[in-house]
């Protein structure tokens, strides 16, 4: 049966479980549009998604196919099976009311990625505080020989996708980022499905 695809429209977010095995399908649909993804251990919060640990473990500042996420606890919560754009971010923090007033002048309600990350993920106990730096999938960081980071538009196009097999139980956060600058200067949303573990517990990783 083919997977329910699900749907975060502009500038929102969703919260929402994975078994151990579950793959996780998340799609750019109209292009150049970049999803925050954070992870939590289901069983326990306090594990969670740590870009330092990835980033030391994976020796690689660009996350992609073949890679894995790893946890604050060193462990390995995500498997990248397939990445169609191949650009992503593990740098920046998600974007909040602070990000807009200080690098954007912006002083009204503007919607970020870590008040929708929360809003999704309250009800499941988790504060604001809680929410590590997501992992900024299609995201266009670049950096220089100074260490200099720009964020450009993404290079991802209409369809992109990548895919995500879960290594334990996760409480995932995704959104579709709220940022003028991360996205292109446009806001659209952000698809994804789920494939369930026992059609997948027996495939070796790559």
Not at 21 to 31: F, K
Not at 114 to 124: E, I, R, T, W
Not at 167 to 192: R, W
Request: negative net charge; hydrophobic residues 35%.
């Amino acid at each position: 049966m083919k997977p329910l695809l699900n749907i975060i429209e502009k500038q929102s977010g969703a919260a929402f479980t994975l078994k151990k095995n579950d793959i996780l399908t998340v799609i750019d649909p109209m292009g150049k549009q970049v999803s925050d993804m954070v992870l939590f251990n289901a069983d326990d919060y306090k594990e969670k998604i740590s870009s330092g640990k990835s980033l030391d473990f994976e020796e690689n500042l660009l996350l992609t196919k073949g890679h894995n996420l790893w946890s604050n606890r060193s462990r390995k919560m995500m498997h990248i099976l397939e990445d169609t754009n191949g650009r992503n971010d593990f740098l920046l923090a998600p974007c909040s009311p602070e990000t807009f007033k200080i690098m954007y002048n912006h002083n009204g309600e503007h919607p970020s990625c870590l008040g929708n990350l929360h809003q999704h993920l309250q009800p499941y106990g988790i504060g604001i505080d809680d929410i590590p730096t997501a992992f900024n999938i299609f995201m266009n960081v670049q950096f220089n020989n100074d260490g200099k980071l720009s964020v450009l538009p993404p290079t991802s196009k209409a369809g992109d996708y990548i895919r995500l097999q879960a290594q334990m139980d996760l409480l995932v956060g995704l959104t579709a980022c709220s940022a003028e600058d991360s996205n292109g200067g446009t806001f659209k949303p952000i698809h994804y499905y789920i494939e369930t573990a026992p059609e997948y517990t027996n495939r070796k990783l790559l």
